[in-house]
């Protein structure tokens, strides 16, 4: 098979390439490079500059190199800025698949691999979260991702489309440092930030109900993302029309925030800067942690990766990265 990515200069993206690739599989990346870069990917692997809102583009582009099957990771992602900005996230994230859609169905392919999130559970007040606890999303952002999820399925039901959704977690790390994340927009990276100005982390309330008081997550190393969409693509190369899997991907154990920020002090040196606990966040969940047991029985995935191999990986990357 030959699999489009989209998005694929990315920070998750890259990573996804990189597992097709050493795989087995034949890759071409279709990407805007708005926050992506070309010199993330092989050599090896044809890029297509553009946006997933040009239907004829997209086309050509999957005509052009025999496309089989689309791994869909192009989207806009942060959540306040999607509260900020609704409508172009609905454009880029919603419009932008419903294009992708018309053009896979014009061009007869009938593979996608959806990137969802977590972001679409909102605030689940359970232990484990499973892929039939309610969706109830509470920004922009986590909405255009459910969204997303119903149009597929829809059109899975119409196109006979084989189809699989994975609800990230919390993403963190790098398989090279020059495949890191190069934002500041999640936990360990925004450690990061605040240590190489001199400042102690903040976190954000320390009287939730937890064991020390802090906001529980379930953080998955991008290495473990990149390889479950492998797993997903083999998974849908002789599903039946129609088929349509949503699927956690998560390691299933849960890191409280305070527990994260004092292993990145360890791993950095610098013990001397004690987190600062400031006023909770509006909007931030007590634990949110995934049940992964059907991403295990799908497809044969389980998360191999713990918390010392992502914020280890992601500190040489944020050095990597500032020379």
């Known amino acids: 098979m030959s699999w489009l990515v989209t998005g694929g200069a990315g920070y998750i993206g890259a ?16 990407d805007d490079l708005s926050t992506g870069a070309a010199d993330r990917l092989p050599d090896s692997v044809p890029l297509v500059v553009g946006s997933v809102l040009d239907g004829s583009l997209l086309e050509g582009a999957i005509r052009d190199h025999a496309v089989t099957g689309v791994v869909h990771i192009a989207a806009k992602k942060q959540v306040g800025e999607s509260v900020e900005r609704p409508l172009h996230y609905y454009r880029e994230n919603v419009t932008g698949l419903r294009t992708l859609l018309e053009a896979m169905t014009s061009a007869g392919v009938a593979r996608l691999v959806f990137s969802s999130s977590a972001a679409v559970y909102g605030m689940p007040d359970v232990d484990l979260v499973t892929e039939d606890t309610p969706c109830l999303p509470m920004s922009p952002y986590g909405e255009t991702k459910l969204v997303g999820e119903w149009l597929i399925n829809a059109a899975a039901r119409a196109h006979g489309i084989r189809a699989a959704a994975l609800r990230y977690f919390n993403v963190a790390g790098a398989a090279a440092p020059e495949l890191s994340d190069s934002g500041a927009f999640n936990l360990i990276p925004m450690v990061f930030e605040r240590l ?104 044969g995935w389980s998360a191999r990766h713990d918390l010392d191999d992502m914020i280890e990986s992601a500190w040489q990357g944020w050095r990597h990265r500032r020379g």
């Open 15 to 30: 990573h996804v390439v990189r597992a097709l690739v050493d795989g087995g599989e034949r890759v071409v990346v279709y």
């Open 196 to 299: 190489e100005a001199g400042d102690a982390p903040r976190v954000f309330g320390d009287d939730y109900a937890t064991p020390d008081g802090t906001c529980v997550r379930d953080y998955v190393h991008v290495q473990d993302i990149a390889s479950a969409h492998l797993a997903a693509a083999r998974r849908l190369k002789d599903a039946p029309e129609g088929t349509s899997l949503t699927l956690n991907i998560g390691r299933g154990e849960g890191s409280s925030v305070r527990e994260t920020v004092d292993r990145i002090l360890e791993v950095t040196g610098r013990q001397d800067l004690a987190p600062r606990v400031t006023a909770r966040r509006p909007g931030d969940p007590a634990r949110v942690v995934a049940s992964a047991g059907r991403a295990h029985e799908e497809l």
